[in-house]
Each structure stands twice: as C-alpha cells, then as structure tokens.
C-alpha cells in the first residue's frame, strides 16, 4: 500500500482545460468566468447574490469591514478555528474573544452569550470541518443582543442545516476554495449574502474601490472612466482560478455524496472501538464530512501523538485535532484563556484520510490500522 494522504484536490483533466482555454482566451484576471461562478455559487447555495474574492481570508475581512466592526470592537469566535478566524478580526484592530465548543467542536452558544459585553458588535460562527452550527439559535441570539452574526464556512460547502444550504441563512457568510476543501479553485474564496448593500460594497471593497470593474468596461460601447469612492484592496479571483470552480461545482453534489458514503463507512466499522468517540451529526443536520475526526477518550491505550506516529509509519497520513488559536504564539500577548473543552478536543483528536475519490482499498486499509491500533 502506497502512502495514503490525508486528502487529495478533486481535480482532473476537465479542470486542466477549463484552465488552458481561459488563459488562450486573452482573459485572466477577473472577468466573465468570475461573473458565471458567482452566479452559479448563488443559485447554488439559495442566496440572491456570491462575492469571488481571493481567498476565505479576505472573504472574512470583507465582511467585518461592511459589517461596521471598528477599532476597538470585540468580536466572539471560536478559538478552536484554523488561525485565519481570528486574524481577520485582528486586521480591523478590533478584538477576537475566543468562546468555547460544544461535542461537535462548534460555538457553545451558552459560553457565547456569557462573553458579551457592551463592546461586542459581532460573532463569528465557524462550521467546522464540515459540520453545520446551529444558525438558527445563534440568529435569535444575535437579534436580541443587536449584534452582526457572520458565518465562517471555510469547510462547509455542500453542508446543510435544517434543509437549506450553508450561505442562504444569514447575510455574511464566508467560504473558501483551498485545496484542502470539498471543492478547490487552487486557492479563493467566496461570499454569500441576500442583502443588496453589502454586496454592491463588497463588489467594490475587493478591487481597490473601483466605481467600474474591467469587464463591464470592455463590455461598454461607450468610454467609461472609473473613480474610487474609498480605499479598498485587491482581493479578486482570477478567470483561471473561476474557470475551475465553474465545473468544480457542477461536481459537488457528487463529491459530498461520495464523501458521506466514506463516512458512513467510518462510523459503521470503527463503531467497535470503545475508546473513541466518532462525529456527531444530529438532526437537522448535514455535514459535507470535509475533515473525519476522531476523539481519543481518556482511557484509550496510546496517546494521540503515538497513534498519529504509528499511522504514519503505516503509509497513512494523519493530522492533529483542529488548532486553538489561544494556544499559538501569535496570541500569547492576548488576556489568558482557559478553554477546557477546546484545549481536550484539540489535543485528543485526529483528522484521517478522506477525500473524493478514496479508493475502497484505502479505506479498508485506514480502518484495519486503526482497529489494530485502538483495541
């Protein structure tokens, strides 16, 4: 068995000349295959209108920009997020307040509301690897406490929660297209959002404040001069990059479908594992399964790092639970958190291999090193 990686981008021959003919068509930079994927995006995930931007990174700054966030401002997310959550808050100068997850390593709405004080304008709300939040008690929270929710789906394409896509239930939600997502465009990003300010703004906060994008003066029959009504930033995905995301999503349906069968396949087999605890989806849920975690229990025989060790040795690739940003040098100049269950659930768990396609040798092979490891 060659060395299994922990996932692999979904991308082929298709994509290879999706890229070819948009470089030959003289078109590169944002254009007419970035106006297609928007379009696409939307209809897709049931928002009136998607945002292409560079990456999920910028998508979040964007956000907190039209959002109103201000130096100062505290913004709640979790610490428990890949570090680009929290730097993006960092970027406005306001403040991240790391709140505590819940089992299915999400926001703990009750750790939340308790950290809201009279300088909180906004929460972050992450899906992490995939598993849908619930957005509908974080709404009401927001309502009531008049704060602004934007939601961190870098990993949640393809996931629904309560019947509906991610992107279609609140005005700000982010995703990204890193090779390490459901779908990729190399590297890029996208924002949903059914309200028409913030999308006029966004539109021009990507392209430096650009009053009139390159495309629609090419377009024009008429000479039209651009003006730059603030400073703005050059946060654009490229034709290329959209080009693949055009068939990328015509693919996802497929590639969340496959990817649930490995999953369902995971929890049935390694289901006689008594030591470890498997992804929750409750109802109401449907989680896109782009990261398989596993949580050792206390009383498993081997620590986390000797079976991420052992795998390794076997051919299979593995990764640590999911980064707590509280933890990280960047942020040990930041007031001191103590976030138990986030501190756990990183420490303790492992993301294995999953990906579109996993060849059924693979995953038969994941599961036997894993049961012979555990038990």
């Avoid at 610490?79 to 993006?88: H, R």
């Amino acid at each position: 068995m060659k060395k299994i990686p922990i996932a692999i981008p979904p991308l082929g021959q298709e994509e290879a000349q999706a890229a070819y003919d948009t470089i030959l068509s003289g078109w590169v930079t944002q254009g007419p295959k970035v106006k297609e994927f928007e379009k696409n995006f939307a209809d897709y995930v049931g928002s009136k209108y998607a945002v292409a931007v560079s990456s999920c990174t910028t998508a979040l700054h964007l956000a907190l920009i039209v959002a109103g966030i201000k130096e100062g401002d505290e913004v709640i997310c979790p610490s428990m997020s890949f570090i680009a959550t929290a730097n993006s808050i960092m970027y406005m100068n306001a403040v991240p307040v790391f709140a505590e997850v819940n089992e299915e390593y999400n926001l703990d709405i009750e750790d939340v509301e308790s950290k809201i004080t009279s300088k909180t304008r906004a929460v972050i709300l992450v899906h992490q690897i995939g598993m849908p939040a619930d957005i509908d008690s974080f709404k009401k929270l927001c309502n009531e406490k008049n704060l602004i929710l934007i939601e961190d789906a870098a990993c949640a394409i393809g996931s629904a929660y309560n019947h509906k896509k991610i992107g279609s239930h609140s005005d700000l939600v982010c995703f990204s297209f890193h090779p390490r997502k459901v779908i990729t465009t190399g590297d890029g990003g996208m924002i949903s959002t059914s309200n028409k300010q913030y999308y006029d703004r966004l539109k021009l906060l990507r392209q430096h404040g650009m009053s009139v994008n390159d495309r629609l003066r090419h377009e024009s029959e008429k000479v039209i001069f651009e003006e730059y009504s603030e400073v703005g930033f050059n946060y654009r995905m490229t034709d290329i990059q959209a080009a693949i995301g055009v068939l990328q999503l015509k693919k996802l349906n497929l590639i969340v479908s496959n990817r649930r069968e490995i999953a369902q396949t995971y929890n049935e087999r390694l289901s006689i594992i008594e030591n470890v605890r498997l992804p929750i989806e409750r109802e109401g849920k449907f989680s896109n399964y782009q990261s398989y975690s596993i949580f050792l229990k206390q009383d498993c025989k081997i620590s986390r790092d000797e079976l991420m060790q052992r795998l390794l040795d076997d051919g299979i690739a593995s990764r640590r639970g999911i980064m707590n940003i509280h933890e990280e040098m960047a942020y040990s100049g930041m007031r001191k958190y103590h976030l138990p269950k986030s501190e756990e659930l990183s420490d303790r768990s492992i993301l294995i291999p999953l990906f579109y396609p996993m060849d059924q040798n693979m995953i038969e092979y994941v599961i036997d090193r894993l049961i012979r490891h555990l038990t």
